[in-house]
């Protein structure tokens, strides 16, 4: 069983800058494929970005590019989500997402976290 906390959610302007984490459990971590999606109020999830567990390999969402970046540090089992030049369509709950199979597009995310909100405000 992988078990993922985020954090780093909160209310932010247009523009302004926020990194959201994901402390996961597991002593695998390392081999691990993660991904960031989010939900926004009447609409269904949407993936945002993923890394695979060497990652050398990155994928983000054409609304997000150049703007948010996913990164991972496998020594504290955590994945991090900069995001930057926030906008108001960026509002929505963000949930990390976990592949312990390690596989990369396809990828199977078996574990979920509960979500952090994020809103930015114009």
């Known amino acids: 069983q992988v078990q993922l906390v985020e954090s780093g959610g909160g209310l932010v302007q247009a523009g302004g800058s926020l990194r959201l984490s994901c402390a996961a459990s597991g002593r695998t971590f390392s081999s691990y494929s993660m991904g960031w999606f989010r939900q926004a109020p009447g609409k269904e999830r949407e993936f945002v970005a993923g890394i695979h567990w060497s990652a050398g390999n990155k994928r983000y969402a054409d609304s997000v590019k150049g703007r948010f970046t996913i990164s991972r540090d496998n020594a504290k089992n955590t994945v991090y989500l900069q995001m930057n030049s926030l906008k108001p369509e960026d509002t929505a709950v963000y949930y990390c997402?976990?592949?312990?199979?390690?596989?990369?597009?396809?990828?199977?995310?078996?574990?979920w976290g509960q979500g952090t909100q994020v809103t930015v405000s114009s």
């Open positions: 997402a976990a592949d312990p199979q390690g596989r990369w597009f396809p990828v199977t995310y078996a574990y």
